[in-house]
């Protein structure tokens, strides 16, 4: 599976974007997918990850991003969407769609819990 993030951008704190994450080479409803993000100096985090479709297609996210940022997928377009508002400064980053090949129990948000990733698309919340 190939993944393409884009949608990154420039944006003033309560400001909103939208990533996008096609897929090609898999049909992404198939598989659990996540969207992570990675600061200058630290360790890749979880952001929000969306259950494949035959196992309900439930969202879950991180605390610090819950009611401001929703993952959603159109099957059509095998892509999937990371909506975020009201950024806030500590929002930035370079954000990377994975998707996981195995979906094990609970909420996969751990970075190796993702065999394929995106390249990345940068978020930089700033006035």
């Known amino acids: 599976v190939q993944l393409q993030a884009s949608g990154g951008g420039s944006v003033q704190p309560g400001g909103s974007l939208r990533l996008s994450c096609a897929a090609s080479?898999?049909?992404?409803?198939?598989?659990?997918m996540g969207w992570f993000r990675q600061a200058p100096g630290k360790e890749r985090e979880f952001v929000g990850t969306?259950?494949?479709?035959?196992?309900?297609?439930?969202?879950f996210y991180a605390d610090s991003v819950k009611g401001r940022f929703t993952i959603s997928r159109d099957n059509a377009k095998n892509s999937v969407y990371l909506q975020m508002n009201s950024l806030k400064f500590e929002d930035s980053g370079v954000y990377y769609c994975?998707?996981?090949?195995?979906?094990?129990?609970?909420?996969?948000?751990?970075?190796?819990?993702?065999?394929?990733w995106g390249q990345g698309t940068q978020v930089t919340v700033s006035s």
């Open positions: 080479g898999g049909t992404l409803s198939r598989y659990t």
């Open positions: 994975g998707v996981a090949e195995r979906h094990r129990v609970g909420v996969m948000s751990r970075a190796d819990d993702y065999n394929y």
């Open positions: 969306m259950r494949r479709s035959g196992s309900g297609g439930a969202t």
